[in-house]
């Protein structure tokens, strides 16, 4: 399939930086953050209804940047790496404040990056994260009282020069050869699964613990 994008191209070439601080942020490794990144410039491609106002446009493209990382989130369990094998992921050189950052909760750095670092409203994080204006705030000031990230760590995370210029090949280059479309569908699918598996197990445990108590009054 083509790109149905028709603003595609500007947006790879304003936010895939961003983009990719985002993710590497809340995935905590530089691998998994180009991984994470590539896929979120799939789904903003496919997406012919994608908005063409900067603002509107902007936090599409982060709520897409934010699924995909939630999605990969679920899908494994994440421990901050050490320092060797993080450092090693990365072309840049991890601080110790940058680390001590990447040991907060995920939306906790979310939060504080989209507002601190790239200067989106409460209402728009609120609507990047699907969280209320309230619970933005008090995520964001809960991070402001203690290790925060420093413009100058936030600007050190910086994509290797190979993936920066292959990638807009390569996008294309699967737009090409796969239905991305469809895959986007069945990985959306998939996430709505992932986030249903808690309350499927919380309904078994009910229906046992019914059943139990059902049988204990015969």
């Not at 063409?52 to 709520?63: Q, T």
Request: charged content about 25%.
């Amino acid at each position: 399939m083509a790109v149905e994008n028709a603003d595609f191209d500007k947006l790879l070439e304003q936010w895939y930086p961003d983009i990719y601080r985002f993710c590497f942020l809340l995935s905590c490794h530089g691998e998994s953050a180009r991984e994470i990144t590539f896929q979120v410039f799939l789904y903003a491609g496919a997406d012919s209804n994608f908005p063409s106002e900067a603002d509107k446009s902007s936090v599409k493209l982060f709520s897409y940047a934010a699924k995909t990382c939630e999605d990969y989130y679920l899908r494994k369990i994440r421990r901050l790496p050490s320092q060797d094998a993080l450092q090693a992921s990365v072309c840049f050189s991890v601080s110790d404040s940058l680390r001590n950052f990447l040991k907060r909760p995920p939306k906790q750095k979310a939060v504080f990056f989209l507002h601190n670092n790239l200067g989106f409203s409460s209402q728009q994080i609120g609507e990047i994260l699907n969280l209320r204006p309230s619970q933005v705030d008090r995520l964001f000031a809960s991070v402001s009282r203690s290790s925060f990230l420093s413009p100058d760590d936030a600007a050190s995370i910086i994509p290797d020069y190979e993936t920066s210029s292959q990638v807009s090949d390569d996008l294309y280059l699967r737009f090409e050869e796969r239905n991305v479309k469809l895959e986007n569908r069945l990985r959306d699918m998939r996430l709505s699964m992932d986030r249903a598996i808690g309350w499927i197990a919380l309904g078994i445990l009910g229906l046992f613990a019914a059943a139990a108590f059902y049988s204990s009054r015969l």
